[in-house]
């Protein structure tokens, strides 16, 4: 369908940092989703899902939040509680409260969205990985040092094993932990992982 076009264009358009030709692809799509097929609720959460995920790349935390906010509950309607899908909504909606300065909801729902991913797929550690960098990174702005550092050392144990050395993904964690240790005092460790 044109809906579904529109979606992958709109997604594709996002991950190659294209954000407003995203914007309004998806913004088309979800419009076509609504008209043509307003029982779908599914792939109109899954539009919204994507469209929240670019808003905040634009930093547009209002919008984002209300198209996470209306994905979750489309989501909630349609698929199990344990789905994927409601992971990752959970997890950007953490992400957006993290970045905006709302650290006690960001870490409840980055916590929830790790809970999900457990129950989902539990031997899926890759999947996990992001969550807990993100989640480390939020308890680090809260000042719990230790449960950040839980975090950050597990999602670079989890990256280490399934990324190349090189990828980025381990290079900000390493930064984050590089960070943390700085920010406790142990200089030399947070000067060892900076370097890293």
């Given at each position: 369908s044109i809906a579904y076009v529109l979606h992958k264009m709109g997604r594709l358009?996002?991950?190659?940092?294209?954000?407003?030709?995203?914007?309004?692809?998806?913004r088309e799509a979800l419009d076509v989703w609504q008209r043509a097929a307003p029982d779908d609720k599914a792939?109109?959460?899954?539009?919204?899902?994507?469209?929240?995920?670019?808003?905040?790349?634009?930093?547009d935390f209002e919008e984002a939040e209300r198209f996470l906010k209306e994905s979750f509950e489309l989501y909630a309607q349609v698929v199990p509680r344990n789905e994927k899908s409601i992971a990752y909504v959970l997890h950007?909606?953490?992400i957006l409260y993290w970045k905006v300065g709302k650290l006690d909801d960001g870490e409840s729902k980055l916590?929830?969205?790790?809970?999900?991913?457990?129950?989902?797929?539990?031997?899926d550690k890759a999947n996990m990985a992001p969550t807990m960098q993100v989640l480390g990174c939020c308890l680090l702005?809260?000042?719990?040092?230790?449960?950040?550092?839980?975090?950050?050392?597990?999602?670079f144990e989890i990256c280490a094993q399934v990324v190349p050395r090189n990828e980025k993904s381990i290079a900000y964690v390493l930064h984050e932990m590089g960070r943390l240790y700085w920010k406790v005092?142990?200089?030399?460790?947070?000067?060892?992982?900076?370097r890293e």
């Open positions: 358009y996002c991950k190659v940092g294209k954000l407003e030709d995203g914007e309004r692809k998806l792939n109109m959460a899954t539009t919204m899902q994507v469209l929240g995920s670019c808003l905040l790349d634009k930093q950007e909606m953490g916590r929830e969205s790790l809970d999900v991913k457990r129950r989902a797929a539990p031997d702005d809260k000042q719990d040092f230790e449960e950040a550092e839980r975090f950050l050392k597990e999602s005092g142990k200089l030399e460790d947070g000067e060892r992982k900076l």
